[in-house]
């Protein structure tokens, strides 16, 4: 393994040199979430994109109680990303931190992602398959290589080998979906087939010897020359890489794939595959569950601010409505990276046309969707006669007044709770499990 300031100061140096910036997922979900948004926020601004641009991509989501909050996605995992965008051309690399060899692996993989931005190579055209499978093989190749480099005691060099094969092995052929043949999402998987390219790679560091390959792309100052790296490393893609109709062939028919017949052959790569798949789960569970607790603490600290007022007087009745169609906007928002326009919603009959898409790739989110569409539209004609419930209603509709009207809320629980310290009433508390009854019909409770 390496170090991990080693691989931290790398990144560093590579980033500046490519109009990049690094964000890693611990860092943004600590303790504290104000915090966290802000740095997140921050590190999105270098690439010209704001709040609500964000919110629409899907960077964050909708908060109940008012705010944004950051959509982690797939950064829960051991997992990195590279964003390039289209406001200035800058670079965002998101990891998940610099400890464990996965860890360090993501890093120079991303960074290879990096290189092949700066310097042009496999431009992206349309989400063209055949790229992005050759994107992939090189991020993965570049990565292998600064590894090969990094090690050079021949111990070293000798598990870095392994690893990487193992991890070539886990990462293809112990998916069992392939294996047998069906397909569902999988198809991406085929982008990281890269076991010929990096074999390739190892041969040909074999031929020009090991040391000779290290000096090669080493500076005097003993930094690793990492541009000609991805350069080299281009080479090697495309020499060894298969040909785009072998592609075509394998995902069609994964029965021809010459691997798999060898991975069904040898034993040895099955259990090397699969102490692999064992190694990252351990790696991976430990500090997911980490962020877990985090995220789980901060999911009850926000249902308690969206817990209905005691429904005593009209307008607490009007706030708990309003809050009502808040929470099932938000719950859409949160999980189909669409702002919903209220207005809309409850003025526009069409207005479900615009999930039409959603609705023929999965029937079941539609129809969530229209049933919490509905529960909105319900409320807003049973309350819409009301002149202050017009006026809190405008006001959740823009999403700067959203966060005003949460505020509201949150002043007149505070009221209550100081009545209640004095007045401890068994009739308020009644009051509340009544309306909380209530808005149970109008929110469904997400797991
Ligand atoms: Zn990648």
Sequence with gaps: MLKPEEV?????????SNDAVWLDYDSIHTENEQKDLKKYLKTYEYLGINREQLLLLGGLSLKYGGGEQIAYGSMARLSGSTIRSLVNNKNLVCISGF????????????????????????????QDNYIRYLRENHA????????????????????????????????????????????GNTWSKYHYASLPVEAALLKDIHRQGRKNFIKKYTNPDGGIKFEELAYY??????????TPEYLESIMKNPQIFKEQKIYRQKKIYRILGKAFEMHIMLIS?????????????????NQK????LPNNNEESYLFNQVAAIDIARTLISQQYSELLDLRRVVKDDDYLKNFEDIKEVNPEKYEQIVKR?????????????NMSFELFFNLIADNDGRNKFWHLVEKVRKKNREENEADKSMDVKADKKLLTLRLKDYISKEK
């Design 233 to 242: 490393c281009k080479d090697v893609v495309e020499a060894n890489a298969y």
């Design 373 to 385: 569409c509905n529960q909105i539209r319900i409320i807003y004609q049973r309350n819409k006669e």
């Design 285 to 301: 569970n430990r500090k997911i569950k980490k962020r877990q607790a985090i995220d789980c603490k901060r999911r009850k600290e």
């Design 140 to 183: 993965n190749t570049f990565a292998a290589a600064v590894f090969f480099i990094k090690t050079p005691k021949i111990l070293d060099y000798k598990k870095a080998r392994l690893w990487l094969l193992s991890k070539n092995i886990s990462d293809f052929f112990t998916n069992q979906e392939i294996i047998n043949g069906v397909f």
């Design 305 to 308: 601010k969206i817990e209905p």
């Design 99 to 126: 400890d464990t060899l996965v860890e360090q692996y993501v890093v120079y993989h991303e960074c290879g992602h990096l290189y092949q931005n700066s310097l042009g190579l496999f431009p992206v055209k349309n």
């Design 8 to 16: 931290r100061e790398d990144l560093n140096k590579i980033c500046h």
